[in-house]
């Protein structure tokens, strides 16, 4: 069974561009959650989807929005770019029940301009 | 709030010597705790879980850890490093895997 896909793996962008990151969850997960890394404030929980719907929000600006499709596959869109922006964004799957393993894909570098 | 400490950010090891990683936790209820393990360019791969039941919890690549409920603790432990060991510990606590929250990170070294 394939893992957990990111794509692009590497992406540079200027501030105040937008960017869209996609993932591709393991096949038969209905969970998609998404996680922003960097050096200086490590791992945050950015939000999740399940079945279309997103079930819970970490504490990030309105920039940062997400979706979910029907064939769960979700993507994630960083509106108005900002230096800070610059990490890497780790995207999870799991079929739907808390208690679940999570698998993580190999991430998304950002590097923002 | 939930929160998680892993104190030490970088520590280095022989191959063949014992391993223990710590990791402290704040959090209200009973907690879901996690060990991932994160290779350079990787994403995270989940060693071990505790959710409820012994709280010596077998993981793989040879890992467990220990959950302390009166010392706060869910430290790792393996009892051989080896070489492949070497990369990035991450500590996490949450409600199964809502809203995790994640340690800082140990960064393990491993000489030959």
């Known amino acids: 069974k394939a893992g957990v896909t990111q794509t692009p793996r590497y992406l540079i962008k200027t501030r105040g561009q937008q960017v869209t990151l996609s993932c591709s969850p393991i096949?038969?997960?209905?969970?998609v959650s998404w996680y922003q890394q960097t050096p200086g404030q490590g791992l945050q929980f950015l939000f999740e989807?399940?079945?279309?719907?997103?079930?819970n929000k970490g504490n990030f600006p309105g920039r940062f929005s997400g979706r979910q499709f029907s064939n769960s596959r979700s993507e994630m869109n960083v509106s108005t770019l900002e230096l800070g922006d610059s990490a890497l964004y780790l995207c999870?799957?799991?079929?739907?029940?808390?208690?679940?393993?999570?698998?993580f894909g190999p991430g998304t570098r950002l590097t923002v301009l | 709030a939930q929160s998680v400490t892993q104190p030490d950010i970088h520590i280095t090891v022989s191959e063949g010597a014992s391993l223990e990683l710590r990791c402290n936790y704040s959090?209200?209820?009973?907690?879901?705790l996690f060990w991932y393990v994160q290779s350079p360019g990787q994403g995270l791969q989940l060693l071990l879980k505790?959710?409820?039941?012994?709280?010596l919890v077998q993981g793989i690549k040879g890992f467990e850890a220990e959950f302390k409920r009166s010392q706060s603790s869910f430290n790792l432990r393996k009892p051989s490093v080896h070489w492949s060991d070497a990369a990035e510990y991450f500590c996490?606590?949450?409600?199964?895997?809502?809203?995790?929250?994640f340690g800082a990170g140990t960064r393990l070294t491993v000489k030959p």
């Open positions: 989807y399940f079945s279309e719907t997103q079930r």
């Open positions: 996490a606590v949450g409600e199964g895997n809502n809203d995790m929250r």
């Open positions: 505790y959710f409820s039941g012994d709280t």
């Open positions: 999870a799957s799991y079929y739907g029940q808390s208690t679940d393993t999570q698998y």
């Open positions: 096949s038969g997960h209905r969970s």
């Open positions: 959090y209200g209820a009973t907690p879901y």
